[in-house]
Nanobody, 126 residues
Framework: VQLQASGGGLVQAGGSLRLACAAS???????????LAWFRQAPGKERQFVAG????????NYDDSVKGRFTISRDRAKNTVYLQMNSLKPEDTAVYYC?????????????????WGQGTLVTVSS
């Protein structure tokens, strides 16, 4: 399975962006039974969990730093996960990565994620 992330860019503080990550791969292989997540990595910092969603979309978790501002969702039919980011802050600046978990339930633990997208850069100016 390959993941292609898109939607990053430059935005002013207070603005919004919507990231998307589409999965593709061998026929019959989908991510519909896997939890999905977004992580981010700022320069000089470790990769950080941002948001995750369970296999059926019934459960979602967020890092405290983005609660109330970001919303994760998925379209199982399209094998795509989204991250709607509102009220962006300069500290949200990072490369954002989508990832597929080996589990169907949400976890923030990095080691559970088997497949990673190439990353999309989000830059928030003050």
């Amino acid at each position: 399975v390959q993941l292609q992330a898109s939607g990053g860019g430059l935005v002013q503080a207070g603005g919004s962006l919507r990231l998307a990550c589409a999965a593709s791969g061998a026929s019959g292989r989908t991510i519909s039974n896997n939890a999905l997540a977004w992580f981010r990595q700022a320069p000089g910092k470790e990769r950080q969990f941002v948001a995750g969603i369970s296999w059926n979309g019934g459960t979602s978790n967020y890092d405290d730093s983005v609660k109330g501002r970001f919303t994760i969702s998925r379209d199982r039919a399209k094998n795509t996960v989204y991250l709607q980011m509102n009220s962006l802050k300069p500290e949200d600046t990072a490369v954002y990565y989508c990832a597929v978990s080996r589990s169907s339930t949400v976890t923030s633990r990095l080691e559970y994620y088997l497949r990673w997208g190439q990353g999309t850069l989000v830059t928030v100016s003050s």
